[in-house]
């Protein structure tokens, strides 16, 4: 055994050259280009798309929207039931909200892949209920519409499915 420990602290530390440095140097930054181009590309290709077409022209009337939408005093919330979602729309004093036009789109926050149209229909207590295909994690539910009044009706919900 001391033997080999003479035969390698005889050979002594090997020399650092430039080539060496060049070489970290190198292949450090490429690995860091490669993880870089692979996370863009990741970000380009699953992100869902433009919430408006033109943000500046959907600001110019967001007051007013949010003060029409916010007089009809409607409260939303969902809960989901094994393969189905619950929606429940009330008013102010409580009682259950048919809007004249509701639509209800399931998504997830990052992709397009799982985005369900639902197809709302009347439950038993004024609940609105649609079969959907649910896994765990985040979910949004995008309600667009159209109050009896004529009054525009957008609402985002968002929430998350624990496993099991």
């Known amino acids: 055994m001391n033997h080999d420990i003479e035969a390698h602290s005889i050979a002594g530390p090997r ?32 992100f869902p798309g433009l919430e408006v077409s ?34 429940t729309l009330v008013d102010e004093a409580g009682r259950p909200v048919y ?12 992709t397009r892949a799982d985005d369900q149209l639902l197809e709302l229909s009347r439950g038993a207590n004024g609940v609105l209920v649609a079969p959907a295909d649910l896994a765990p994690g985040r ?14 009706y957008r609402h985002n919900i968002t929430f998350t499915l624990a496993e099991g």
Not at 15 to 29: D, E, Q, R, Y
Not at 139 to 152: C, E, I, Q
Request: charged residues 20%.
């Open 99 to 110: 809007p004249a036009e509701l639509d209800a789109l399931l998504t997830r926050p990052t």
């Open 139 to 152: 979910w949004r539910l995008r309600l667009t519409g159209t109050a009896r009044d004529g009054t525009d």
């Open 15 to 46: 020399k650092l050259t430039g080539w060496h440095v060049a070489s970290m140097f190198i292949g450090g930054f490429g690995v860091i280009v490669c993880v870089n181009i692979f996370m863009a590309t990741q970000a380009v290709s699953t």
């Open 54 to 87: 033109s943000s500046y022209a959907d600001s110019q009337t967001f007051d007013d929207r949010r003060i029409a939408q916010d007089a009809l005093g409607w409260q939303a919330s969902v809960e989901t039931r094994g393969d189905e979602v619950r929606l």
